[in-house]
């Protein structure tokens, strides 16, 4: 029995029987008040750097929502007809310096709610057509059409993609130079190349792969006809579906539509006069959204952010707050211990 229980023990050894030696920092006023002296100087200048970073980004918002009756947009607010247009004219006063992205904006649109996030099969999305004809029950009540035909893509999130479409024109001696606008990479790489995939085509025909299913109910055109310009922009892995499928996480978000960086417009667009054309399609007024579009370039450190250049500027006064407060307590304790 005692044999064993010896054989049962660790090995008697330092890492075994805990005998390492060990460092504890002993915390004194000598190294807290100046570590906090040197994180609150370190950090307030990281914060003036980002703020004034921040502050070099150009941008530029557009609310196009249309409720207003002063807004070109208002001829296509409800009870108009589906496939309106309007034009926006609008001023840059100086060049907004490339490469310039174009986004759209959404408010009061939550697409973090969780019911609506799950809406959607992510094995239609995989290209897996076994699930074509019979799509999964999260997707309802957009499983199947009112002829019980399956929907593909199924889901809340696929059926609400964005499908407002822009040109931009740059208005130069009372004519349009068109504003080339680059659709390519927009999406995040995983999402194109590794999470959404296309089924295999059948007869070299994408179309013949979705045979038996009808496209989403709120979208104009099916899968396989989203881009006719570019084969391989089309189904699953189409850009501006790819970038819609990212859901944002607050209900105020903008979501990249195009790039400028081509032509006469890759190191920016130049001070002078501007028409947007919308095709004005995408429903926002039922739940008291707003639409609008934005262009903006960005820095070293991303796109304009404000909020983390303050943060660090908060964060570093506190500090250096909090240090004059401390060496006022140590001296004045230690006054009192030595008299």
Known sequence: MKEEEASDRPDNTAFTQQRLPAWQPILSAGIVIPGFVIIGLAFIGIGIGLFLTSQTIQVIEI???????????????????????????????TLVKGPVFFYYGLTNYYQNFRKYGVSKDDYQLTGDTTYFKSPQAQCSPYQYDSNSKPIVPCGALPNSMFNDTFELFQLVNNTKKRVPLDGKGISWWTDYNIKYRNPSPVNGSLANAFEGTVK??????????????????????????????RRAALPQFRKLYRRITEGDYKDGLPAGEYSLTIQYNYPVLSFDGRKKVVFSNVSWMGGRN???GIAYLVVGSLCLVMSVVMLIVYAKFKFKEDS
Do not use: H, R
């Not at 196009?64 to 001023?91: A, L, M, R, W």
């Not at 109910?217 to 819609?244: H, R």
């Open 216 to 245: 989403p109910i709120n979208w104009p055109k099916p899968a396989y006809e989203l881009d006719l310009a570019d084969p391989n922009n089309n189904g699953f892995i189409n850009q501006d579906l790819l970038v819609w499928m």
């Open 63 to 93: 609310d196009y929502t249309g409720v207003e009756q002063d807004s070109s947009c208002f001829i296509c607010t409800p009870p108009s007809t589906k496939n309106c247009t309007c034009e926006i004219i609008f001023s840059l006063n």
């Open 306 to 308: 404000e909020f983390l």
